[in-house]
């Protein structure tokens, strides 16, 4: 399915630049057998396989609900616990989601940031519409989804009243812990679990992810389906072979020699949460200990209009990692025109794509030859199968990644910085 072309990245490594395949191995066993640093947080590596089916089966109900009953469906979270399903939304269905005439429900994300314009604006857009909540924090007890989540519960009784503002609040938390669990168990709200054994950027595949998803029309069975035929394919690969592992090994050899920001770069808007997504799952994962590769993302070919020169000549602390779709649905024709004012004339009668396709090799080849170091990832399709390929391809080679680099690639203990001291100018009990 996926297709890793690192020719772009070999000729800035010598033969002993590269990560010893044994290391590669180690990471990799010490990841699948529950032998490394974090490995408690590891439950998505076979998560494909063991997924709760009947938790799937009440998903699959709770969308059908939602759309029967709302015009809206709010999805408050923050980080894991929204990039994953606004990344699929976007890439599966459309950038423009909410603009098209569809049969299932607007999407709107909030709580993923503490701006009142912001959160008010949506509000506003709700006044005249019927609207379910999905209210997503493992922990259950992020202040950002938590304050979105006051208010919006609060409009929600004046418009429903209390036991309609109920069965309209489904929750996805932690099974047992935390503030959100609580508030659920006291009044009653639909639940669902996100696995102990998974941390929030990993959860794109439980109901996390999988809930504002289904109700957006997206075929869950499909993206599982995917993940389970990665997880099956890179997982029975032991060796060099396995483009996980290549993965995650270029870019460990490429950071030793210097490449400390990797570029994430794909030629479709609809990437862009896609982007996001890979964003958290990698800088969480290794941004430690002093160290790390800082992921960054551009958006081709817009961004060759703004972030185009610093790739073609700035420090050359750059790698590129291109996505790629093989197939599309539509294309454009460029029209011929009797009067060829404006010198396009020479591509009448050439498709968008091809005209797309073309400008991504010139951009490669023009960054190799700039001195940037660059890997192609192609995908056959832009479906729920590839997305959910992509989606384990990505996780299990950041988990192998990290664990090369020497870090914990699950745990986030840089995140209580900011939160210690908000807390304490903003005089929360106990800071
Ligand atoms: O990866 C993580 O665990 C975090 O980045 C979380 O996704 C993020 O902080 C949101 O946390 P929660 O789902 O507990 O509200």
Redesign the pocket.
């Known amino acids: 399915m996926i297709k890793l072309d690192f020719t772009g990245a070999t000729p800035f490594l010598e033969v002993g630049d590269l990560i010893p395949e044994a290391q590669v191995q180690k990471a990799a066993q010490d990841l699948y057998t529950g032998n490394g640093i974090g490995s408690k947080f590891t439950g998505w590596v076979d998560l494909p396989e063991t997924y709760d089916r009947s938790e799937f089966k009440r998903i699959k109900s709770a969308a059908a609900e939602i759309k029967s009953e709302s015009d809206a469906l709010l999805v408050v979270?923050?980080?894991?616990?929204y990039l994953g399903a606004r990344a699929a939304i976007e890439l599966l269905r459309s950038p423009n989601y909410n603009l098209i005439t569809k049969p299932t429900p607007n999407i709107y994300f909030v709580g993923n940031n503490l701006s009142a314009k912001h959160l008010s604006e949506i509000m506003h857009l709700l006044r005249d519409k019927n609207f379910s909540l999905n209210v997503?924090?493992?922990?259950?007890?992020?202040t950002?989804?938590a304050i979105a989540f006051r208010v919006l519960k609060n409009m929600m009784e004046r418009r429903y009243g209390d036991v309609g503002a109920r069965s309209r609040t489904y929750v996805t938390?932690d099974k047992n812990r935390?503030a959100l669990k609580q508030m659920a168990e006291r009044e009653g709200f639909p639940t669902f679990s996100?696995p102990d054994t998974i941390?929030?950027?990993?959860?794109v595949l439980t109901a996390?992810g999988l809930l504002p998803m289904t109700v957006a029309g997206v075929d869950i069975d499909r993206v599982m389906a995917g993940a389970y035929d990665a997880m099956k394919t890179y997982t029975e690969e032991h060796s060099m072979k396995n483009p996980v592992w290549q993965y995650a090994a270029m870019r460990q050899a490429l950071y030793r020699k210097g490449k400390s920001i990797e570029v994430l770069a794909c030629y479709e808007p609809a990437f862009r949460f896609m982007a996001e997504w890979w964003k958290?799952l990698y800088g969480?994962s290794e941004g430690k200990d002093g160290g790390g590769i800082f992921p960054a993302s551009v958006e081709l070919t817009a961004d060759l209009h703004s972030m185009g020169q610093y790739i073609q000549e700035g420090a050359r602390t750059l790698m590129e990692t291109v996505v790629s779709f093989d197939t599309f649905r539509r294309d454009i024709e460029v029209p011929l025109m009797a009067e060829d004012l404006d010198g396009l004339n020479y591509l009448a009668g050439r498709g968008m794509e091809h005209i797309n396709a073309v400008a991504k090799r010139a951009t490669m080849e023009a960054h190799i030859a700039g001195g940037v170091p660059t890997m192609e990832l192609s995908l056959p399709d832009m479906d729920e199968t590839a997305f959910g390929w992509l989606v384990y391809f990505f996780q299990l080679a950041c988990g192998i990644s990290g664990y090369i680099q020497g870090v914990n690639p699950f745990d986030?203990p840089g995140?209580e910085a900011y939160k210690k001291n908000m807390f304490q100018m903003l005089g929360k009990p106990g800071y």
């Not at 997503?136 to 992020?142: H, R, V």
């Not at 941390?199 to 959860?203: D, E």
Request: aromatic share 4%.
């Open positions: 979270g923050i980080g894991g616990s997503i924090s493992k922990s259950g007890e992020t950002e989804p938390t935390g996100i941390g929030g950027r990993y959860s996390a958290q969480e986030q995140v």
